[in-house]
């Protein structure tokens, strides 16, 4: 029999059972443990693992691939019996960690993986020619004990989206492909909610939530995800996207972020007593009423852009607050953000599509609706000013 020998640090934890920590060559991982998937064999259940996910392991493998990657969380692995410690010395603490290994496609590898799973497919499939990966291994008494140990190691909470659409600004390396397309929509979610305009401290993030004694709707009330889904659909084909470098995703911060103030600002003015309300109390903030009236801000952008490209002045140049404000006006008298029944139109057999201001819901379906009601009424009204008064 061969055996890999990798220096190993022993850590006593409780009266007899010991952790491994190591650095095993990643393309080595595949050899010395498998993965087990959850199935049952009949009444028994065996195995415990989750499928792999493929678009994942396609990050991590960009990833490990990039200029200067760190993974600093082990790969977690339990070994059966035939794996052994050998100290060398000392108090016993440092030694190698011996673990069978085989060529031999009937060979049973010795360790399964408890958690890693990802990563060390990832690792398996990286164009690289070696990196070094953490493990921590312990030797199992039995299957059962592998599957406790996973289901504690996968029972933990997750880092919340808030937080890290809150850190992702402040970063420098390239994330996985969620958090990359939040990183500059978070940027300007947080120039929008700590530097001084219409929305300052009303979004909710990782560092400012309602607190006991607090009054909602000062602070943290609208949800961050809402604002984030605004910004990144404006950036792609909205009032934002003239300010956008479509070869990095980014843009102009200035002009973007005076663009959302401005149109902030007017909908404080037109809806002031909404304005003052959090989002169980009026729709208005709610996360319907942020993405149907972002919308809106697309369109009334739309329509400036359009007026003013018949003068002189830039087609860069920002919308005012005063463009915005005079637009929803009229759509006003027909906006129940927090009384009364909205009534979207006609269905098929005649009736009157209704809902009653708290029935909108945070739903694709209410959103679409609300979205699609109020850029109709838009669309039907005339200018309600004249642009070269602005």
Same mark, same amino acid.
């Given at each position: 029999?061969?055996?890999?020998?990798?220096?190993?640090?022993?850590?006593?934890?409780?009266?007899?059972?010991?952790?491994?920590?190591?650095?095993?060559?990643?393309?080595?991982?595949?050899?010395?443990?498998?993965?087990?998937?959850?199935?049952?064999?009949?009444?028994?259940?065996?195995?415990?693992?989750?499928?792999?996910?493929?678009?994942?392991?396609?990050?991590?493998?960009?990833?490990?691939?990039?200029?200067?990657?760190?993974?600093?969380?082990?790969?977690?692995?339990?070994?059966?019996?035939?794996?052994?410690?050998?100290?060398?010395?000392?108090?016993?603490?440092?030694?190698?960690?011996?673990?069978?290994?085989?060529?031999?496609?009937?060979?049973?590898?010795?360790?399964?993986?408890?958690?890693?799973?990802?990563?060390?497919?990832?690792?398996?499939?990286?164009?690289?020619?070696?990196?070094?990966?953490?493990?921590?291994?312990?030797?199992?008494?039995?299957?059962?004990?592998?599957?406790?140990?996973?289901?504690?190691?996968?029972?933990?909470?997750?880092?919340?989206?808030?937080?890290?659409?809150?850190?992702?600004?402040?970063?420098?390396?390239?994330?996985?492909?969620?958090?990359?397309?939040?990183?500059?929509?978070?940027?300007?979610?947080?120039?929008?909610?700590?530097?001084?305009?219409?929305?300052?401290?009303?979004?909710?993030?990782?560092?400012?939530?309602?607190?006991?004694?607090?009054?909602?709707?000062?602070?943290?009330?609208?949800?961050?995800?809402?604002?984030?889904?605004?910004?990144? %659909? =404006? *950036?792609? /084909?909205?009032?934002?996207? @003239? !300010?956008?470098?479509?070869?990095?995703? +980014?843009?102009?911060?200035?002009?973007?972020?005076?663009?959302?103030?401005?149109?902030?600002?007017?909908?404080?003015?037109?809806?002031?007593?909404?304005?003052?309300?959090?989002?169980?109390?009026?729709?208005?903030?709610?996360?319907?009423?942020?993405?149907?009236? %972002? =919308? *809106?801000? /697309?369109?009334?952008?739309? @329509? !400036?852009?359009?007026?003013?490209?018949? +003068?002189?002045?830039?087609?860069?140049?920002?919308?005012?607050?005063?463009?915005?404000?005079?637009?929803?006006?009229?759509?006003?008298?027909?906006?129940?953000?927090?009384?009364?029944?909205?009534?979207?139109?006609?269905?098929?057999?005649?009736?009157?599509?209704?809902?009653?201001?708290?029935?909108?819901?945070?739903?694709?379906?209410?959103?679409?609706?609300?979205?699609?009601?109020?850029?109709?009424?838009?669309?039907?009204?005339?200018?309600?000013?004249?642009?070269?008064?602005?």
């Amino acid at each position: 029999m061969e055996y890999l020998k990798l220096p190993a640090l022993a850590i006593q934890q409780g009266k007899t059972r010991k952790l491994f920590s190591l650095a095993v060559p990643g393309k080595q991982i595949s050899k010395i443990a498998s993965i087990t998937r959850i199935k049952r064999q009949s009444s028994e259940l065996t195995g415990y693992q989750r499928p792999e996910v493929s678009n994942h392991i396609k990050e991590i493998q960009r990833y490990i691939e990039s200029t200067d990657p760190l993974i600093p969380n082990p790969v977690i692995i339990a070994f059966d019996k035939r794996v052994s410690f050998e100290p060398s010395g000392g108090d016993g603490s440092f030694g190698f960690l011996l673990i069978p290994i085989s060529e031999d496609d009937e060979f049973e590898k010795p360790g399964f993986i408890v958690d890693g799973q990802q990563r060390t497919a990832a690792l398996r499939e990286a164009c690289v020619e070696n990196f070094m990966m953490p493990v921590s291994a312990f030797i199992a008494e039995s299957d059962a004990e592998q599957r406790e140990q996973f289901m504690l190691v996968n029972s933990t909470k997750p880092l919340p989206k808030t937080l890290l659409y809150e850190l992702a600004p402040h970063t420098d390396s390239r994330l996985p492909s969620d958090l990359q397309q939040k990183k500059f929509p978070s940027k300007i979610l947080q120039i929008l909610n700590f530097e001084e305009g219409p929305l300052k401290g009303r979004i909710k993030t990782a560092t400012n939530q309602v607190g006991k004694g607090q009054a909602e709707v000062m602070k943290g009330a609208i949800a961050d995800n809402s604002i984030l889904k605004l910004i990144d %659909g =404006s *950036l792609r /084909d909205g009032a934002l996207n @003239r !300010f956008r470098d479509p070869n990095t995703g +980014e843009g102009d911060v200035e002009q973007i972020v005076q663009t959302l103030n401005n149109f902030w600002t007017a909908v404080s003015e037109v809806f002031p007593n909404d304005w003052k309300l959090p989002p169980k109390k009026s729709r208005l903030l709610h996360g319907a009423g942020i993405t149907a009236l %972002g =919308s *809106l801000m /697309d369109e009334i952008d739309g @329509r !400036f852009q359009s007026l003013i490209g018949k +003068e002189v002045r830039s087609l860069n140049e920002v919308t005012p607050s005063s463009f915005f404000k005079g637009e929803l006006e009229s759509v006003k008298p027909y906006c129940c953000w927090s009384k009364g029944t909205w009534v979207f139109g006609k269905d098929s057999l005649g009736e009157d599509i209704t809902r009653r201001w708290d029935e909108v819901q945070n739903l694709s379906r209410d959103i679409n609706i609300l979205s699609d009601y109020l850029l109709r009424i838009y669309r039907k009204k005339p200018y309600s000013q004249d642009l070269l008064a602005i």
